[in-house]
């Protein structure tokens, strides 16, 4: 089973700031949080990840909580292209880490 | 390089026939993994390779799925006597496999679709 909980669904204004929630209370020490997106009738599309540090690049910024037991993804000015189903993922690095997916956020994008 | 490719993308079969899916990686990857997605669920993870080995495969659905990668190159996924229930997207992946947390950077195909009628 998926060890995040993201809420089902989201909608965000274009122009204006996505921020998705995701929690992983249950991650351990050594695990990262990555997030992919998936948009419709596609492959997921990996966005970020992080360990501790907030990580920003030129898709998204990622904020990791003190405890690590929460992130936020925030999408800085929402698209219409931007509209995809949004997941989560705790896992170890190297040869450890296969990635598990569970359902994620569809982030809907409206005009 | 032009990512991932998966071919066929559709594919309609009947019920008890054989399908085989062929994934091409990102050339200088070595690692590559299949998904299967049904609808409305995430992707679930089914089997990966390292090079030509095959380190896990114990999440394969059952002993009428199983997959190859003879080279280290491409590879293919086989569902032999296909149920209504196998219809799903097929995903393949692909990364370069090192220590930390790039390895879990996965470059996806688009996928191949199977309808079992």
């Known amino acids: 089973d998926a060890k995040t909980t993201q809420p089902p669904s989201m909608d965000c204004a274009e122009g204006r700031a996505a921020n998705l929630p995701c929690n992983h209370s249950?991650?351990?020490?050594?695990?990262?949080v990555y997030w992919y997106r998936q948009i419709h009738s596609q492959g997921p599309q990996y966005i970020i990840h992080?360990?501790?540090n907030n990580e920003t690049n030129e898709m998204a910024s990622l904020i990791i909580t003190e405890d690590r037991k929460s992130s936020t993804l925030i999408l800085p000015h929402a698209t219409l292209r931007d509209t995809a189903v949004y997941y989560c993922i705790v896992s170890l690095g190297g040869s450890q880490g296969n990635l598990i997916f569970g359902k994620g956020t569809k982030l809907s994008v409206k005009p | 390089d032009t990512g991932v490719s998966q071919d066929p993308r559709h594919k309609i079969t009947k019920r008890g026939q054989n399908v085989t899916f062929r994934c091409d990686p990102i050339?200088?990857?070595?690692?590559l993994y299949w998904y299967r997605q049904t609808l409305g669920q995430g992707p679930e993870f089914l089997t990966y390779?390292?090079?030509?080995?095959?380190?896990?495969k114990s999440r394969l659905l059952s002993d009428r799925f199983s997959a190859e990668r003879p080279k280290g190159s491409f590879s293919t996924l086989e569902i032999q006597r296909t149920e209504q229930g196998d219809s799903a997207m097929y995903l393949c992946?692909?990364?370069?496999f090192g220590q930390g947390a790039g390895a879990n950077v996965l470059t996806f195909g688009a996928g191949s679709r199977l309808t079992v009628l």
């Open positions: 050339s200088e990857h070595n690692r």
């Open positions: 992080g360990l501790k």
């Open positions: 992946a692909s990364t370069t």
């Open positions: 390779f390292q090079n030509e080995a095959q380190l896990e």
């Open positions: 249950t991650i351990s020490g050594n695990e990262y």
